[in-house]
């Protein structure tokens, strides 16, 4: 963890220690650092030694610059060349005389230059200067609260929200957007006024006035004009070169996240020549013809040779939710994926110190389902309201299947998402309430807050930014900065099991160079998704990989076992019962009990809305109940 103060002199800073105390740990935990009467900035290891290794605070005492390190650089070596440095960039001293000068000779262009998960604070008294900056992609977490003369910073929220100094209220705008998206995907989090650095940002107080700034932006524009043997010669040069520089075998035991999909089975696939000893890959198994894809990822361990470690999942590893939920900076639910990561960590712990992971290929070349749903929604919004709006109603009404994509499932799920606004791109698609649901839902002062705030305003605008002439582009666009960050925070769960995540296919590089490929060439006139990345990797992974035609994406069948499974449903009914609910006093428990008994019934399918309230409600019982008070939003919407 990454954490300090920043601003005026106060008291806290002439106290021995107050300071570090404030923040729940004793001096022993690791010396404090007092850089001069305005800035106080620390580090704690975060547990994964793959991980701590990068770590570094670091002061040039000829410069008087200080600089703070949490994560990893990946470019070490490429940075000192650039700089004239003859350093070895594996040292803490070395990395440090690196990022020292190259702020002194770049600014804020140091941050676009690094390669890798980090947030990256430098101090400069001389120029009375103080920034912080979050990696391009925010594989690591920054969180930050200004009040009055004093910036208060953590890579931990709960940390930084139970800070004695911070009086953080609950944030019902946040907590809002949860119950519509299942997590929180914008810049704001579950506490007022604690808010997340923005990935590819650098927060900058200079003069005692504070900025945020981009360093970094994902432009769409000029399309390449290219055939498939350039792009497949690129291409293959930036997976092998994202890969390579991730890898740390000499020090450290590796291994991978290997679902048999294309994205996993091209990290797996291109890394196995780089890794010379053994090579450990993880994946879990959900038993049924519509989830089970283990076949796929034991033919890819068997033609690269790794030693392969299959983790069941079964519907009473359900109940380790209550466990990961403690590790959550924000509660955010994934329909059970966050549990089956937790049992992959859990396995890997021990064996491995870091994995690659195959997370980002979708959004390199248009992998998600909702991108052809979006697509289809263009030509469905063409045919006049009198025949679409009675068509999507009779649509809706169509009962559940215990299969994950069957017709019937894609035909409900389209006609419900489809009335939300096109504005929202891939977005709509993710959504749970309508507004008149919503009102259902909750209660109280939350239904009186649900009236008044918008919980979409800052999605929408997110896609104002972007720069693409093409749906999919700004699909794509508002993703990087929405639902990748969700995958990211469902890995950095793994750091419990002493774990390190790192994420080729989230290498800025290959981010900025797919963003320039036609969006015909990520998904063709057909409607085959990641068509041009089929092409690249055809002949370099096993056919049987690149060309099936069964790709079903790793899931879970929670909506079955909530239905066939005593213990999920016993977990389901106890934690949301109405003794708990009208304690709570968010939701109508009326209302979730509906929920319950329709999805029972087959009616619906509404296991993600009832993992969602589980889940914030575990959530709440560690991170709310332990305060004194609970606070409720009654004062904003009176």
């Known amino acids: 963890m990454i954490f300090g103060s920043f601003g005026k002199a106060t008291g806290q800073y002439q106290e021995n220690g107050i300071a570090w105390q ?62 004239g440095l003859e350093t070895n960039g594996k040292s803490a001293a070395a990395a440090g005389d690196i990022l020292v000068t190259g702020y002194v000779k770049w600014g804020t262009d140091l941050f676009l230059r690094a390669n890798g998960n980090f947030v990256l604070a430098i101090h400069d008294p001389g120029q009375n200067r103080f920034w912080i900056a979050r990696d391009h992609l925010g594989v690591e977490s920054l969180y930050y609260y200004r009040k009055e003369s004093m910036l208060y910073f953590s890579s931990n929220l709960n940390q930084l929200a139970h800070h004695p100094r911070i009086q953080a209220d609950l944030n019902p705008t946040a907590i809002l957007r949860y119950f519509l998206f299942n997590y929180n995907p914008a810049l704001d989090t579950f506490f007022k006024d604690i808010y997340k650095l923005r990935p590819g940002y650098v927060l900058r107080i200079e003069n005692d006035r504070m900025m945020l700034t981009p360093y970094w932006y994902i432009s769409f524009k000029e399309q390449f004009e290219k055939d498939i043997d350039t792009y497949r010669q690129e291409l293959l040069e930036l997976f092998r070169d994202a890969i390579r520089i991730r890898l740390d075998a000499d020090r450290f035991r590796t291994g991978a996240y290997l679902s048999g999909g294309m994205d996993s089975s091209t990290v797996v696939g291109l890394m196995r020549p780089m890794v010379k000893g053994p090579l450990h890959t993880f994946s879990f198994r959900c038993r049924g013809k519509s989830y089970d894809e283990s076949a796929y990822a034991r033919l890819m361990s068997e033609r690269y040779q790794t030693q392969h470690h299959e983790v069941p999942y079964e519907a009473a590893d359900v109940e380790r939710i209550v466990e990961l939920v403690e590790h959550a900076q924000e509660p955010f639910s994934d329909i ?61 009404k169509l009962p559940d299947t215990d299969q994950k994509k069957s017709l019937p499932v894609k035909a409900k799920r389209f006609s419900y998402s489809v009335q939300f606004p096109a504005a929202l791109y891939s977005n709509r698609w993710r959504i749970y309430y309508t507004p008149q ?80 490929i036609p969006s015909n060439l990520k998904i063709d006139a057909s409607g085959a998704t990641k068509y041009i990345f089929h092409q690249v990797m055809a002949g370099v992974l096993p056919d049987e990989i690149v060309f099936r035609k069964d790709k079903l994406g790793h899931s879970v069948p929670f909506k079955n076992w909530l239905r066939n499974s005593p213990q999920v449903r016993e977990l389901m ?66």
């Open 573 to 638: 009914q106890q934690v949301l019962s109405e003794e708990t609910l009208k304690k709570r006093g968010w939701v109508n428990p009326q209302f979730v009990q509906t929920l319950l008994q329709r999805h029972l019934s087959k009616a619906d399918n509404h296991s993600h809305r009832l993992w969602a309230i589980l889940v914030l409600e575990l959530w709440c019982q560690k991170h709310l109940d332990r305060r004194e008070k609970v606070e409720t939003p009654q004062k904003d919407v009176a």
């Open 22 to 83: 404030d923040w729940g740990l004793e001096p022993q935990d690791a010396p404090p650092h007092f850089l001069d009467q305005q800035a106080f900035l620390a580090l704690t290891l975060s547990g994964a030694a793959s991980h701590d290794a990068g770590h570094l605070l670091h002061t040039d005492r000829d410069r008087n610059i200080t600089v703070a390190l949490y994560g990893n650089i990946f470019n070490y070596h490429e940075l000192s060349e650039a700089l």
């Open 336 to 396: 059970g994926i966050e549990v089956a990561s937790y049992l992959l960590a859990e396995k890997a712990s021990g064996v491995v110190d870091y994995v690659l992971t195959g997370d980002g290929g979708d959004e390199l070349f248009g992998g998600h389902p909702v991108y052809l749903a979006d697509r289809m929604a263009s030509k469905f919004e063409k045919i006049p309201a009198f025949i679409r709006k009675p068509l999507t109603q009779l649509l809706q």
């Open 437 to 516: 649901e919503l009102q259902q839902l909750l209660t109280g002062d939350w239904k009186a807050a649900a009236e008044k705030e918008d919980p979409l305003a800052e999605i929408l605008s997110l896609y104002s930014e972007a720069d693409g002439e093409d749906y999919l582009s700004k699909s794509l666009y508002g993703d990087y900065y929405t639902v990748v960050g969700f995958y990211l925070r469902r890995m950095e769960l793994v750091r419990r099991f002493g774990l390190e995540g790192r994420f080729p296919l989230l290498d800025h590089r290959l981010v900025e160079y797919t963003a320039h």
